[in-house]
């Protein structure tokens, strides 16, 4: 899909080469430069760098900004994810590249963002997501918040909104032929993730206090575990659906109104009782298909096993560890995900390419 689209990462970590796999996997041309190693970290093959093109070089040296510089004269966009003002005192802010090339899309992948008080600190993940809201509703009433490792952060509020910066920038740069420099901080696209459950308040579905809403304190919007330790979710929100989940749990309707707020702790624990009455299989073969709403919780192993996901092909093995298939799907047709480098495996052959000229180092897909 993104045939002819050709992308520079200057590897990190989390987010950046995430976003730039991600972009890989559409079939961008991405090639990601990398710190020199050992002869033996540089065999090992990482998973966030398949479909990717990797090349070696040291970027504080002449050699190394001139390979970035080169390759960004024919780049569609680059991605970083250093501190605010590395890439500039490295030589290679967005001034310099674009002077080169003003089509380029500088995309900036940070936590706290390029500007504010905070913008130099070092953070993570759960850091960002708990400054921007995102973080206050993951957890029960008198429960410490938990961090969804990544989801929220790294990948939901980090890499996407890179990526569909990036892809903005380029439809703006091959239109008026001007590229821009994507800002994309964490804080701030985890703050837009919240603008549907800010919309919620508006409906009563957010009091705006953690174990009083819907979606952390109700009986029919939650999680529970099963008589073998293995858990399951329900989420009947709608009246039918929550109506036909009384039917397979064989409840009386009366004895459980939907909305009564004050009443969802006790059919909380009515339905904790009755949930814990049955193994998760068991659950799966009473409620799994129907419009109960209603999940198993899966490990990543066990999701790869499941056969939705399977008849799906959602995930699959390679060289003995689990890897997701790229999404989304074309046409209802799932692309390929592409081979896993060695780290610097390009190295010779992108320098030889650029050697020649600039336009050589990036092949045809």
Not at 233 to 255: H, I, N
């Amino acid at each position: 899909m993104l045939s002819g689209v050709r992308i520079v990462e200057i590897c990190g970590l989390g987010p950046g080469p995430f976003c730039a796999m991600h972009l890989a996997d559409l079939g961008a041309d991405v090639i990601a430069v990398e710190r020199p190693v050992s002869a033996e970290q540089a065999g090992r093959h990482q998973v966030i760098n398949r479909g990717k093109r990797t090349v070696a070089v040291d970027l504080k040296s002449a050699a190394g900004r001139d390979t970035v510089l080169k390759l960004c004269e024919e780049g569609d966009a680059l991605i970083e994810g250093m501190r605010p003002g590395v890439m500039e005192r490295l030589g290679l802010g967005p001034d310099v590249l674009r002077a080169r090339n003003p089509r380029l899309v500088y995309g900036r992948m940070t936590g706290w963002g390029q500007t504010g008080p905070l913008a130099q600190a070092a953070g993570h993940d759960n850091n960002y997501i708990s400054l921007s809201g995102a973080l206050y509703y993951t957890g029960a009433e008198g429960e410490a918040p938990i961090s969804p490792i990544t989801a929220i952060g790294d990948i939901g509020g980090g890499a996407l909104y890179l990526a569909i910066g990036i892809l903005a920038g380029i439809m703006k740069a091959r239109q008026t032929g001007q590229g821009t420099v994507v800002d994309a901080a964490i804080v701030d696209g985890s703050a837009h993730l919240l603008s549907l459950l800010l919309a919620s308040k508006e409906k009563g579905l957010v009091t705006g206090a953690r174990g009083e809403n819907v979606h952390d304190g109700s009986h029919f919007f939650s999680t529970y575990r099963c008589k073998d330790g293995e858990y399951v979710t329900v989420g009947a929100l709608e009246p039918q659906f929550y109506a036909l989940l009384l039917r397979k749990l064989e409840l009386d309707p009366t004895e459980f109104p939907q909305w009564e707020r004050q009443r969802w702790p006790v059919m909380r624990a009515r339905f904790a009782a009755i949930f814990a009455g049955r193994t998760r299989a068991e659950w799966c073969e009473r409620l799994e298909g129907s419009d109960a709403c209603f999940g198993p919780v899966l490990s990543p192993e066990e999701a790869a096993t499941h056969p939705h996901m399977q008849a799906r092909g959602v995930y699959f093995e390679r060289d003995g560890r689990l890897e997701a298939n790229p999404a989304p799907r074309f046409d209802g047709i799932a692309l390929r995900a592409g081979d896993v480098p060695a780290r610097g495996q390009h190295t010779a052959e992108v320098l030889a390419a650029l050697e020649r000229n600039a336009a050589a180092a990036w092949r045809p897909r």
